[in-house]
């Protein structure tokens, strides 16, 4: 089992940034993606970014360019790095862990942690 504790989410003007962190602890052998997911009210959750522990990134087109992900070198916490934030960057954003054991995958989230940003 892995347990993912998000922080860093807040009340944010437009144009200002963010840094959300993830930290995971548990069973994280076998961690080979880290990522962040958001969900507006009314919308259905989607991806912002993934990061594998190969280093390779994927990023939602609505954040390229703005949004950075990143990640510690044993796969145990992500930071996404929030700029030139936008109101409909608001939602409840979400990380997420995906594992690897004999053969079986597995998924994990955190609770959520909620970005606001004003116009």
């Known amino acids: 089992q892995v347990h993912l504790v998000e922080s860093g989410g807040g009340l944010v003007q437009a144009g200002g940034s963010l840094r959300l962190s993830c930290a995971a602890s548990g069973t994280t052998r076998g961690i080979n993606a880290l990522g962040w997911y958001r969900q507006a009210p009314g919308r259905q959750r989607e991806l912002v970014a993934v990061?594998?522990?190969?280093?390779?990134?994927n990023y939602a087109d609505s954040v390229k360019g703005r949004f950075t992900i990143s990640r510690d070198n044993v796969m145990t916490t992500t930071y996404l790095q929030m700029n030139s934030l936008k109101p409909e960057d608001t939602a409840v954003y979400y990380c997420n862990a995906g594992r690897r054991s004999f053969g079986k995958s597995y998924d994990y989230w955190g609770q959520g942690t909620q970005v606001t940003v004003s116009s």
């Open positions: 990061i594998t522990s190969a280093g390779t990134t």
